[in-house]
């Protein structure tokens, strides 16, 4: 297969939105100056070319309804090389198209495509000039127009909006009549900014007359062995005239051992032939989920001889693993190469407000940061989009499972409307095809919480067969080694139970104010045995904030700043979390309210996480949400700029493979009331042994009262390990209790936390950098404190990202931390900060 890549600069034209497909010749002969790139959107194109402000900094996103007022057509010339007038055909893909395209080739009207969801896929062959330059034009909108032009259908009043949350322009009713990424309309965390472009690459493709269409592998174990089913389609563009030929598929680790399959004088039929091959591999190196073992992927290869002639498929990467769904009674757990997996991470929006020029460099660097902060998975969010390669590639590689809705979200969807409905199959069909081959993909989920729209409403309402019948039968059909789920939240005899599926356990929701800020909830018994959507929110840094505020000075508390606060995550939550753990909000600079927000978004997502995952009945914690669409004041832990928040850091260290967890007894971890339970979590392939000195100490370091107690636990477990009485109210005044490894390598020091921070008494201390070193690009400084310091810190721009920050240090406790690319930072100007109770 050859290919030429259309990606790259188009020329834009601007027309009036009533410039229909019956205007293309007028198109073809307009000048224009104005170059956009593919993938890529019409606003951006404009802002590159000086015309309108950057959208997404201060409010300038209230600059760019116009464009939904627009038709925008996109132009370019195409060189086809003359040897493709040999090829058996030629198919033009158009992937994102942002939305309601007409595309035209050389003068002719190649059809009208209605969805960003999957490419625009024609045989071009009769059309093509090989040899010479070819043209080809397409004309998009937002999509806004042809919207608002349906008659509303009878739940359209179910479709919400933030207008009663006092941001009226975000959000439209009718975007339900659209398959584009919803979130473009606006959403409690994205502004108002409509999406218009090609989003996705672009190509011609010249194909052989057989040659293979496709490769799905199945993965089945046999203890250490591993049998992969391997089902080639092998593609022969002939009407009438057959074949015979070997088919080949070959499996081949990162160090060169291969294992392969052949099917030899096979009957290649006109059109498509299905060959079933079954690959053994004795010794299969596995692929696990990020921190329980290697995310080994085998390279696949496959091709097809016929006449002596050889032709190869495309190759890829393959993890061998299963995935299993336990749903047991009381059970929603995930099993992995036949191991009960603990389910951690963050939902996946997209990352830009225009996603259609999010890089391949930044989806990358989000999935490695999301793997350094030890996720194992990501859930795809159905308000967003099918991503793009490298976003999976880079799940692959790091091991990042993902729980991956299909493209609906929040609202009811009209499938009354069959053309709705049939674009919905035709993307689930084209989505399920590409990514059914990667080790990353763990669930398909029909939707992101439109169950609640459906309630009350018989099996034979539309949208109960899409999600109910349609998409769990195509799923079965070509990805049956992936698990369905019909909806998210989903279980039990109500929409999110706590013993039935999944459950979106929004507490801080509530309107009762002693919710918004109480990590210790987590701890009781009864919490939703999977959580796949829950959140808290916290502030970005000074250097992103003044960055999407547009102002040296910003102030969060202006209409700029409401702007770039969530409209869920309101100022009394913030004000109220302060104020409870740290101190009064009231006159606060900004550079503490950063610092304590910040401190109280990672206190409630740490702390929930740890509860979740140390009690028994709880298999999975995806909070809300990881990445960012624009600069906000709101749910995420890493920011629209790449750079890490506060809370960032105490999510990892909760997320640790390795992790000591202090509870109190008799709620959901064991032991007795009156006790403190000590649970040692231990997700990696190899045993966890070693000493732990447990006990009580007070905070000024001059009381210990600590024993030892050996660490014994198994491989990818978690064991109670121990208990220890709890303090007296007296003892609890000046101290905790305590878990201190003794060297265990990959384990961090735990403390109790018995009470609300600002009541500890716990003061400023001063926190000492007892050594520094270069290694390499990086710095890695030593800290360490006499008494217990709370959030130690270095003082250090939001640019720099490092191995651990805002910790806790026991008394006599040390720690080292890596400064990534800090190099060059002058040691002696570095100082290390804690957070004291008290003003």
Excluded at 96 to 112: S, Y
């Amino acid at each position: 297969m050859e290919r030429v890549s259309l990606d790259g600069m188009w020329e834009l034209i601007e027309r009036p939105l009533d410039d229909l497909a019956d205007a293309f010749g007028a198109v073809r002969e307009a000048a224009t100056d104005v170059t956009v790139q593919v993938p890529g959107d019409v606003s951006d194109a404009l802002v590159k070319a000086g015309r309108m402000p950057e959208p997404l900094a201060g409010t300038n996103f209230r600059q760019f309804g116009w464009i939904e007022e627009r038709s925008w057509w996109f132009r370019r010339t195409i060189d086809v090389p003359a040897a493709w007038s040999d090829a058996a055909g030629v198919e033009l893909s158009l992937d994102g198209l942002d939305v309601h395209a007409d595309v035209w080739l050389n003068g002719t009207h190649l059809g009208h495509h209605r969805t960003a969801f999957r490419p625009f896929s024609k045989e071009v062959r009769g059309i093509v000039t090989c040899g010479e330059p070819n043209e080809l034009v397409v004309r998009l909108t937002t999509g806004a127009e042809r919207a608002r032009a349906y008659e509303p259908f009878d739940l359209i009043d179910c479709v919400p909006t933030e207008a009663g949350r006092g941001y009226p322009e975000r959000g439209m009713k009718e975007r339900v009549y659209l398959r584009k990424p919803a979130y473009t309309w606006g959403w409690d965390w994205a502004p108002h900014l409509a999406t218009c472009g090609i989003t996705g690459s672009c190509s011609l493709r010249a194909h052989r007359t057989t040659e293979i269409g496709d490769v799905s592998l199945r993965t089945r174990l046999d203890g250490a062995a591993a049998v992969v089913t391997a089902t080639v389609e092998v593609e022969r563009r002939t009407l009438i005239d057959s074949a015979r030929g070997d088919v080949r598929v070959t499996l081949t680790d990162a160090d060169g051992a291969s294992h392969d399959a052949v099917a030899r004088d096979v009957l290649i039929r006109s059109g498509t032939t299905h060959v079933d091959l079954e690959i053994e591999i004795p010794d299969a190196r596995l692929w696990w989920p990020n921190g329980s073992g290697e995310a080994h992927r085998y390279e696949a290869t496959s091709s097809v001889t016929v006449g002596g002639e050889t032709v190869a498929g495309e190759p890829f990467r393959y993890g061998v693993r299963t995935v299993e769904l336990d749903t047991r009674p009381g059970r929603f757990a995930f099993v992995i190469n036949g191991v009960p997996t603990f389910i951690k991470g963050g939902n996946w929006i997209p990352s830009d407000s225009l996603y259609g020029r999010i890089t391949p460099e930044k989806v990358t660097h989000l999935v490695e940061e999301a793997a350094e902060a030890n996720f194992n998975v990501l859930r795809i969010w159905g308000g967003g989009r099918f991503e793009q390669d490298a976003f999976y590639d880079a799940c692959d590689r790091c091991g990042i499972m993902l729980w991956h809705d299909f493209m609906a979200a929040c609202a009811p969807t009209p499938v009354g409307e069959q053309w709705i409905a049939r674009e919905f199959e035709l993307e689930a069909e084209c989505q399920i095809r590409r990514l059914r081959n990667r080790p990353c993909m763990m669930l398909w989920c029909g939707n992101n919480e439109v169950s609640a729209c459906l309630e009350g409403r018989g099996g034979d309402d539309p949208a109960w067969y899409v999600f109910h019948r349609m998409l769990p039968s195509k799923v079965r059909l070509l990805a049956p080694h992936i698990p369905y789920w019909p909806t998210s939240p989903y279980g039990g005899d109500r929409t999110g139970s706590s013993t039935e599926g999944d459950d979106h356990h929004w507490v801080v929701m509530r309107r009762e104010s002693e919710y918004w800020s109480a990590p210790e909830y987590w701890d009781e018994p009864g919490r939703s045995i999977f959580n796949s959507e829950y959140g808290y929110g916290g502030p970005c840094c000074i250097e992103s904030t003044r960055e999407y505020m547009g102002s040296d000075e910003p102030d969060l508390f202006s209409e700029t700043g409401r702007q770039h606060t969530n409209s869920f995550y309101d100022i009394p939550r913030v004000n109220f979390s302060i104020k409870e753990h740290y101190r009064d909000p009231e006159g606060l600079p900004l550079s503490e309210y950063i610092l304590f927000g910040g401190l109280c978004q990672g206190l409630n997502l740490g702390y929930s996480l740890e509860s979740l995952r140390a009690n028994d009945n709880t298999m999975g914690g995806i909070f809300w949400m990881y990445d960012d669409a624009w600069g906000e004041n709101g749910w995420t832990i890493v920011d629209y700029y790449l750079r890490r928040k506060i809370s960032y850091y105490n999510v990892k260290r909760c997320l640790a493979p390795r992790r000591l967890v202090l509870r109190p007894g008799g709620k959901a971890f064991g032991g007795s009331d009156g006790e403190v339970v000590l649970v040692a979590i231990n997700e990696t392939p190899e045993a966890l042994s070693g000493t732990v000195k447990l006990g009580y100490v007070s905070y000024d370091g001059t009381v210990s009262q600590l024993r030892d107690v050996e660490l014994d636990v198994a491989p990818r477990s978690k064991v109670l390990v121990a208990t220890v009485s709890a303090p007296s109210a007296e003892e609890r005044d000046a101290g905790t209790i305590v878990a201190l490894p003794q060297g265990v390598a990959g384990l961090d020091s735990a403390s109790w936390r018995h009470r609300k921070f600002r009541e500890t008494g716990i003061a400023e201390v001063d926190v000492e950098i007892r050594g520094a070193e270069v290694d390499g690009d990086d710095l890695v400084v030593k800290v360490g404190s006499a008494c217990y310091a709370h959030a130690v810190h270095l003082q250090i721009g939001g640019e720099y990202r490092l191995s651990d920050h805002y910790f806790d240090l026991a008394p006599g406790e040390e720690r080292e931390v890596r400064i990534h690319n800090g190099a060059d930072l002058d040691v002696g100007r570095l100082e290390a900060k804690s957070v004291g109770s008290g003003s």
